[in-house]
């Protein structure tokens, strides 16, 4: 059964996700099947690294904290749109200096940063460490430099390293 489907949580997840996305058929869900079991040996094929988690009990406190950064998020660049007025905009970039190495939890930082409006991640050197961000409105690089290290990449250390 693991040659045939070496991740059935994904192909099942996937299976489901496509049926909730489309109305409910035969054929949405042998398509979705399909799909969902061609994505589980392509994940096979890439041969991931099962990532280690240390400390489960703090996912939740991690995912609070990005649920609330996000609501804020969306009103300041909500507030930046409605007010219209381009000129009081600073867009840039910020160089944070990081010290989480695991792969994993850098993936989830980008996936946070990312999702965060008006925050992306742009670059990361893996031999020194820096991340390279774009933020829509820069006022104090060193408060974003200081958010990243002190609410997400420690909570991440203790999660994965």
């Not at 061609?38 to 400390?55: F, G, I, T």
């Not at 993936?107 to 829509?136: D, F, K, M, Q, S």
């Amino acid at each position: 059964m693991s040659r045939f489907l070496p991740y059935p949580l994904l192909t099942a997840s996937l299976i489901l996700m496509w049926l909730l996305l489309n109305s409910f058929s035969l054929g949405h869900l042998i398509l979705g099947t399909v799909i969902a079991v061609a994505a589980s040996w392509a994940m096979a094929a890439l041969q991931p690294d099962k990532p280690r988690l240390r400390r489960w009990h703090l996912i939740p406190v991690l995912i609070g904290r990005v649920l609330i950064d996000i609501y804020h998020s969306n009103v300041a660049v909500s507030k930046l749109i409605l007010q219209g007025k381009r000129s009081t905009r600073r867009p840039g970039f910020v160089v944070v200096p990081l010290r989480l190495r695991d792969r994993t939890g850098l993936a989830v930082l980008a996936c946070i940063l990312t999702a965060t409006p008006g925050t992306a991640w742009v670059e990361y050197h893996a031999e020194n460490g820096r991340l390279l961000i774009h933020v829509l409105d820069l006022v104090d690089g060193d408060l974003w430099i200081e958010t990243i290290q002190k609410r997400y990449e420690q909570l991440l250390m203790e999660v994965f390293e």
